[in-house]
């Protein structure tokens, strides 16, 4: 007996130092000689090892020797379930109650092939069934390997249900279900799951509850919540494990309450690495740069340890890059020099901070070096592109990552969805919003408010509602965007109806919130109302004006026609107010023909944005609207002087699957014979209904019939024909133009809906026309 027991530790030393499968092989054939094999504890011993060592390719041996065990007992079962894949977990799964009847699989079991499905979400559904139909689905332990094999792949409304079968759920699952809430950015309800499970009273919270709950709070720059859970710890006793401690750094440095960081990260007494990084990352989220780099030399003096990719991570200045590209530059140089250019985190890191720089070169010369690309490091590009109006290398960048196999998540789809919006792109938009079905993706708060922008964006108001009133949880964001929305399609009641809702909810709102209202109302041309939002923002909600605000302001009286009580308004604003209020002051004087009061505020913008060409062409155009034409020829002159160049208009219109641009009076177009000639044939139609050429704001002191024919082939017709030629009849058109739709192209529209009986949707530079049988949704007041 002795000697089988020395035998015993012998082969578990043997194992334990084995470095290939080869070693191992051997082993079992000198114990199968030996006479010591089948033994159920070597034999667990080696089928972990082999485990270990043969990494994905193992299955086919650890099957063999599991085979080998005539009478293996449960835990080896489980050892060899949670070392499979689910195509091979799966099938043993099932067969046991032919092979190893005596085998009753337990709550392990069940835990052990969910952990080992976790890279497989296909699996969840089957899984989920057995361990129903096997009477598991109340155990907690299995229910937290469940739902965080759910978790893992986004789809948390289904892992919600397997919390919510659970008649009292432990501490485990809790942390389960709060951590994966954290990962799939669902930080409110990972908020909220906290304080259900601190009322609930049916588990303790451990550290690890904490630490899992004090990200969402900083995602959120939720103190009331970070603060909760520093309380929380403090009375617990929780407060000073190493991993709270740097949540609590994170946490209040996200929050803006540096001081408090600093507090935490002083009273450490030997700060590790880990601490070093949540504070230099901390000073670098709130723009203290100079802070963050005396930190970092610090850590590199100190002793404590080497800086690691998460250092390098927070050190990048991705929050306050603007008047620090040297210092991103020089870290980047850092990363290359200490390895770490080639770590994912680091690469994505960098690709943000340039993005954010618009050194978009810089940006896809740190993605394209990733040796291995994350989710992450494609969401950086793919969104970067976006944010730079490159949208359309956005839409094909996204495109080659499907290409790849690689499952889009919510950060993903929101980045293209905000792409499409930019672009237009309905068919595309709709495209993904299929890719976010088919996915099984949870439509997150951020998910749902990017649906809601790219429908609204896209011309299509009544689905962004839809969207929004579907959303279970709204956030001030959300609220903003579908405010937003009826304000640029000139639904200013239910602009303001949606307003008075969202303050009716308890959602307090923003600087971005009154900025839309107060844009909707001047759309509307609801000066007083306008007017009492403005007083109301500073006065019942402390927010205090910024320049946009003055500036919608000014637009807001301005396009009402009250050019007096706009300049007087901007008297009483603050110099900071900048150029905004000028230019809205400008543009109005277009509006309503006023050359006197608008060289007084061309000369302002001239001062303070000397190389804007869009103030040039706006007063050459308002005096061209007067007959005026040797100012509107100096102004221009002036501006060619200035090498200014004016951007020049263009239209983009949507069919099937592609996008295709016009400029005035192009003639680039494959169908370009086919679409003058039905504009011919349109403008018989319109003058005989009654249209006359709108030629105020031509540009040149030429005959009446040329200015009719300049304006006649504007992008705006050239892209509406386009759409009549390539879409069925009754179809709706949808097109966007760059800079505000022409006067005579508005007047022109409306009579080709009627002659074509065709909805057709404008997107100008600052709002929607819905053209409906001869009537513009704006009412001629834009």
């Known amino acids: 007996m002795a000697v089988r027991r020395h035998h015993k530790a012998l082969y578990l030393g043997l194992i334990s130092a084995a ?110 069934a057995r361990i129903i139909v096997d009477g598991f689905a109340n155990d907690p332990f299995v229910a937290s390997a469940l739902a965080d094999l759910y978790l893992n792949s ?37 908020g909220s799951v906290f304080q259900r499970m601190i009322a609930s009273n049916s588990a303790r919270s451990d550290s690890t509850t904490l630490a899992v709950v004090l990200p969402a709070a900083a995602e959120l720059q939720d103190l009331n919540l970070g603060t909760l859970v520093h309380c929380l710890g403090i009375k617990l006793g929780l407060a000073s494990p190493p991993h709270v ?35 230099i990352s901390g000073y670098s989220v709130n723009g203290h740069i100079e802070s963050s780099v005396g930190l970092f030399k610090e850590l590199l003096v100190s002793g404590v340890g080497r800086p690691n990719s998460s250092t390098i991570v927070g050190f990048i200045p991705v929050f306050s890059p603007f008047g620090y590209e040297q210092i991103a530059r020089s870290i980047h140089g850092f990363a290359v020099k200490a390895g770490f250019d080639v770590n994912s985190a680091v ?52 495109r080659e990552m499907q290409a790849c196999n690689l499952r889009p998540n919510q950060i993903t789809v929101t980045s293209i969805l905000s792409a499409c919006a930019q672009l237009g792109a309905l068919t595309m938009g709709k495209w993904v919003h299929q ?31 839809s969207i929004f ?21 000139g639904r200013v009641l239910e602009s303001l109806k949606l307003f008075e809702a969202m303050r009716s909810a308890s959602v307090a709102p923003t600087g971005v ?4 209202v107060l844009c909707a109302c001047s759309h509307g041309g609801l000066v007083e109302e306008g007017c009492a939002i403005f007083e109301s923002m500073k006065h019942e909600h402390g927010i205090e004006p910024r320049p946009e605000h003055y500036a919608s302001m000014v637009d807001l009286l301005g396009r009402a026609g009250r050019l007096g009580k706009a300049l007087e308004f901007i008297k009483t604003t603050p110099e900071s107010a900048g150029a905004g209020v000028w230019g809205a002051l400008l543009g109005a004087c277009m509006i309503h023909k006023e050359s006197k009061l608008a060289r007084y505020a061309a000369r302002k913008l001239f001062e303070l944005e000397p190389e804007n060409p869009g103030y040039y062409v706006l007063l050459s155009n308002i005096h061209s609207s007067k007959r005026n034409y040797l100012e509107a020829a100096m102004v221009r002159q002036d501006a060619k002087i ?41 403008t018989v139609k319109m003058i005989e209904a009654g249209y006359r050429a709108e030629t105020e704001a031509a540009l040149y002191d030429i005959e009446e019939e040329e200015k009719e024919q300049m304006v006649k082939v504007h992008s705006e017709r050239l892209a509406i024909a386009f759409g009549l030629i390539s879409t069925s009849p009754g179809m709706e058109i949808r097109i966007i133009k760059n800079l505000r739709v022409c006067l005579d192209c508005h007047q022109a529209t409306k009579f080709i809906s009627k002659i074509t009986q065709r909805v057709i949707v404008v997107r100008d530079a600052t709002r929607f026309h819905h053209f409906i049988d001869g009537v513009c949704s704006c009412g001629d007041y834009w």
């Open 642 to 682: 200035r090498k200014l160049v004016k951007t020049p208009g263009c239209t983009l219109i949507e069919v099937g699957n592609a996008v295709h641009t016009f400029m005035a009076g192009d003639r680039s177009h494959p169908q370009s014979a086919a679409i003058h000639s039905l504009l011919e044939k349109l």
């Open 154 to 190: 986004s789809q948390v409304s289904l892992a919600e249900k397997v919390f919510d079968g659970i008649p009292d759920p432990d501490t485990v699952l809790w942390n389960t279900l709060i951590s994966g809430l954290v990962k799939n950015c669902s930080f409110s309800r990972a």
């Open 469 to 489: 009133d579907d959303m279970e949880e709204k956030n001030v964001v959300s609220w903003n965007a579908m405010i937003s929305a009826y304000g640029i399609h």
């Open 513 to 516: 919130t009154f900025l839309s």
């Open 245 to 279: 401690v740097t949540g609590l750094i994170s946490m209040y440095s996200k929050c803006g309450d540096i001081p408090a960081a600093e507090f935490l990260f002083e009273e450490i007494e030997y700060p590790d690495v880990i601490a070093y990084n949540a504070m």
């Open 19 to 128: 470095t290939t499968l080869h070693h191992l092989n051997q082993i079992l054939a000198h114990s199968i000689v030996t006479g010591h094999h089948p033994d159920l504890i070597t034999a667990t011993a080696l089928l972990r090892r082999v485990s270990d060592l043969g990494g994905t390719d193992a299955a086919p041996h650890t099957l063999r020797l599991f085979s080998s065990v005539p009478d293996p007992d449960l835990f080896l079962l489980n050892v060899l379930l949670r070392s499979l894949p689910p195509s091979s977990a799966f099938p043993l799964l099932s067969s046991l109650p032919r092979h190893h009847p005596h085998l009753r699989p337990n709550s392990f079991t069940y835990a052990a092939v969910a952990s080992a499905a976790s890279n497989h979400p296909e699996t969840a559904p089957p899984l989920h």
């Open 347 to 398: 690469s994505t890191a960098l690709t943000t901070v340039y993005c954010r720089l618009n050194d978009m070169e810089a940006a896809r010369r740190a993605f394209d070096s990733m040796p291995e690309k994350s989710m992450a490091s494609w969401n950086a590009m793919i969104s970067g592109y976006a944010q730079n109006g490159l949208t359309a290398t956005a839409i094909s960048l996204f």
């Open 435 to 465: 890719i976010i079905a088919e996915e099984d993706l949870e439509l997150n708060v951020f998910v749902s408010t990017a649906l809601i922008d790219m429908y609204a964006k896209c011309g299509s108001i009544a689905e962004a509602r």
